[in-house]
């Protein structure tokens, strides 16, 4: 059925109300409903479960690839995380409230400024069930409505996901509407949400680059740009060369699917000689393949000749860009022709080198002798994530409770007049 820009108006409406309704909840009230949710999932595992296997069946079905069958898959496993992930964020602190800077003005008044929630946050993403039950509890959290937007091959476990939320949220006093799926699975649904500016405070696409740069592009919403991962990783002059490569296979292979994963490797020409034969070595032994400039096929003839398109690509895939370079500058202006802005990874033992590494390279997250995969809100400490900003507004990097909130400057005087 064909859903009207009418329909998703309305529930822009009700989630405007909803987050209205949110904003003064104390950190008790939207802890208890996290809570209640999470027990509910649980409670309600069966009727879950039985959900997501259709959509399961379908996109086998279809033909859909191994790899996204299984993030579209729910088990009793998956289902108790998601329901631990509830708990844990309502066990973090709860940012609304905080006071960033005050000061009292020589007339006496006083002044500050104070974190206070985006309001309504729509968030497009792709078939990953567990993002539907993340993304709604960091917004309520945050004393954000949620409008969700997943896509149409996980549309019966995402009904009946938000269905389970928004009875628990209920049930504990809160805004049913305060979690709500956007009416619709077809990509008209999406635009109506894209042009929703005023009812929809900010969206937050979450996915491939193509859905990325369509919600950038087309929509009038504002919108935080997250995920797109062209990682790199290079290997001074300097480098620990046992460590540069248990770092390049880590960034690489841990995860291949991921936006922290390397996609190319940068080499500094004095240890070039020295490090290609054993990292080549050690990344054919873990099934990757290699696409290699000339002074790479040199060492590797086996290696794919590296086109434009390589230097440019996020593979998410067991495949890795591999490039010799003369100097660290040189390494940089690769970086900054062809990164996405992500993470960057430098291997080095001079401090001079990481210092000028961190102040020329223009990426949300560097990391110095460390694998890039640390590049994760729960491996910093954050809790969890609504997603990693690439962006240079508001948020860059992981964001986590803090970057699902604006601010308000509050004056409070005794008659004062200008």
């Known amino acids: 059925?064909?859903?009207?820009?009418?329909?998703?108006?309305?529930?822009?409406?009700?989630?405007?109300?909803?987050?209205?309704?949110?904003?003064?909840?104390?950190?008790?009230?939207?802890?208890?409903?996290?809570?209640?949710?999470?027990?509910?999932?649980?409670?309600?595992?069966?009727?879950?479960?039985?959900?997501?296997?259709?959509?399961?069946?379908?996109?086998?079905?279809?033909?859909?690839?191994?790899?996204?069958?299984?993030?579209?898959?729910?088990?009793?496993?998956?289902?108790?995380?998601?329901?631990?992930g509830l708990r844990q964020v309502a066990g973090l602190e709860d940012p609304v409230g905080e006071v960033l800077r005050g000061r009292v003005l020589p007339n006496g008044m006083e002044l500050r400024q104070v974190r206070v929630p985006l309001g309504v946050v729509g968030i497009i993403y792709e078939a990953r069930p567990n993002v539907t039950v993340d993304a709604a509890g960091l917004c309520l959290k945050s004393g954000n409505a949620a409008l969700l937007r997943?896509?149409?091959?996980?549309?019966?476990?995402?009904?009946?996901?938000?269905?389970?939320l928004r009875d628990a949220a209920e049930a504990a006093g809160l805004p049913a509407d305060a979690v709500q799926l956007v009416p619709g699975?077809?990509?008209?649904?999406?635009?109506?949400?894209?042009?929703?500016?005023?009812?929809?405070?900010?969206?937050?696409?979450?996915?491939?680059?193509?859905?990325?740069?369509?919600?950038?592009?087309?929509?009038?919403?504002p919108v935080i740009e997250t995920g797109v991962g062209n990682c790199h990783v290079y290997v001074d002059a300097t480098a620990d060369l046992d460590m540069a490569v248990a770092i390049a296979i880590n960034s690489k292979t841990q995860r291949v699917s991921v936006c922290n994963s390397a996609e190319t490797l940068l080499v500094h020409a004095d240890v070039a000689d020295e490090f290609l034969p054993r990292v080549l070595a050690a990344l054919t032994e873990a099934g990757v393949t290699v696409h290699g400039d000339d002074a790479v096929r040199a060492v590797a003839p086996g290696a794919l000749a590296a086109t434009e398109d390589d230097w440019a690509a996020e593979y998410l895939s067991l495949d890795l860009a591999v490039r010799v370079v003369p100097s660290l500058d040189a390494a940089v202006e690769h970086i900054r022709a062809y990164s996405s802005g992500h993470t960057e990874a430098i291997v080095t033992r001079s401090l001079a080198?990481?210092?000028?590494?961190?102040?020329?390279?223009?990426?949300?997250?560097?990391?110095?002798?460390?694998?890039?995969?640390?590049?994760?809100?729960?491996r910093f400490g954050m809790g969890a994530e609504i997603g990693i900003s690439t962006q240079k507004l508001h948020a860059r990097g992981?964001?986590?409770l803090p970057e699902l909130t604006s601010t308000t400057w509050v004056g409070i005087g005794d008659g004062h007049v200008v």
């Open 185 to 221: 699975v077809d990509h008209e649904s999406v635009k109506h949400l894209m042009r929703l500016r005023g009812l929809v405070d900010v969206l937050i696409p979450r996915g491939g680059a193509g859905l990325i740069r369509a919600v950038v592009e087309e929509s009038t919403v």
């Open 353 to 378: 080198a990481s210092r000028r590494f961190i102040a020329t390279c223009d990426s949300a997250a560097i990391m110095v002798n460390a694998s890039t995969r640390f590049t994760d809100g729960e």
């Open 150 to 164: 997943g896509s149409a091959s996980a549309v019966r476990s995402n009904t009946a996901l938000v269905g389970v």
């Open 398 to 400: 992981p964001m986590g």
């Open 1 to 84: 059925m064909q859903v009207s820009a009418e329909d998703v108006r309305t529930s822009a409406v009700r989630a405007k109300r909803a987050a209205a309704a949110l904003a003064p909840l104390s950190r008790a009230a939207k802890d208890a409903a996290l809570l209640g949710m999470a027990d509910a999932l649980l409670a309600r595992a069966d009727e879950l479960l039985a959900a997501n296997a259709e959509d399961v069946a379908a996109a086998q079905a279809a033909g859909t690839a191994a790899a996204m069958v299984d993030r579209l898959t729910l088990t009793e496993a998956r289902l108790a995380g998601m329901a631990d």
